[in-house]
């Protein structure tokens, strides 16, 4: 079975900071991992994907993800943190075969500071 | 339109009742997927859909939970006799095709809130 692990329930950072998100894979096959992002009373928006094309994934607003074979990982980052980050991040993964569920992480909440 | 749209917003029940929630996913999308999340976290898979067919059901609970698809008719997932640990917002997704890399669209959302 395919799961996910999102290290640290809460990270707060600075504005203009880095942030880190870290999320962690277990699958026997190579995954399909996903990172969305959860605003306040919205549904889920996808920030980006792998897919196997490149190991270094750049998605919306500024964040980007490197899938780690070898760590079996696949953290998200942001170079500079935004006020607008703030919200709660997913990381999950997805199966193989067609029509497969999405598998979610716990999420890790987003505190940009002033 | 490229939206996925959960009705009702907000649904409260006394425990026991019956509770109803709705899902129109986006017009020509095959596959269609409910979530259930609890406090905030913690998104766990429900039951799938491809067209009008169950396609995975196996997160489905066995009792007092059933789902459908109907043609022509928004999906609906129904709650027979509420049960407190039932509160928490139910996420609908749909998806176009059957690849695992299709994105999938989720809708807002119907909190559900057992009294």
């Known amino acids: 079975a395919q799961s996910v692990t999102q290290l640290g329930s809460h990270v707060s950072v600075s504005e203009g900071a880095l942030v880190l998100l870290r999320c962690n894979y277990s699958s026997s096959v190579p995954p399909y991992l996903f990172w969305y992002v959860q605003y306040p009373n919205q549904g889920l928006q996808l920030l980006l994907k792998?897919?196997?094309?490149?190991?270094l994934v750049k998605g919306i607003n500024g964040f980007e993800a490197e899938f780690k074979k070898s760590e079996t990982s696949f953290h998200l980052t942001k170079p500079s943190a935004h006020m607008s980050d703030a919200a709660e991040y997913f990381c999950?993964?997805?199966?193989?075969?067609?029509?497969?569920?999405?598998?979610f992480g716990e999420g890790t909440q987003l505190t940009v500071n002033p | 339109g490229e939206e996925v749209a959960q009705t009702p917003k907000h649904l409260v029940r006394g425990e026991g009742q019956k509770a109803k929630l709705y899902c129109a996913p986006i017009k020509g999308h095959s596959y269609v997927f409910w979530y259930q999340q609890v406090l905030k976290n913690e998104f766990k898979f429900l039951i799938s859909?491809?067209?009008?067919?169950?396609?995975?059901e196996t997160g489905m609970p066995k009792e007092r939970f059933s789902a459908k698809c109907l043609p022509n008719s928004p999906c609906s997932l129904e709650i027979q006799a509420t049960k407190l640990e039932d509160s928490a917002v139910y996420f609908c997704?749909?998806?176009?095709?059957?690849?695992?890399?299709?994105?999938?669209?989720f809708g807002q959302g119907t909190r559900l809130t057992v009294v």
């Open positions: 792998y897919t196997s094309a490149a190991t």
């Open positions: 859909f491809q067209n009008e067919n169950v396609f995975d």
């Open positions: 997704a749909s998806s176009q095709g059957d690849s695992p890399l299709e994105k999938a669209f």
């Open positions: 999950a993964v997805r199966g193989t075969t067609s029509g497969s569920r999405l598998t």
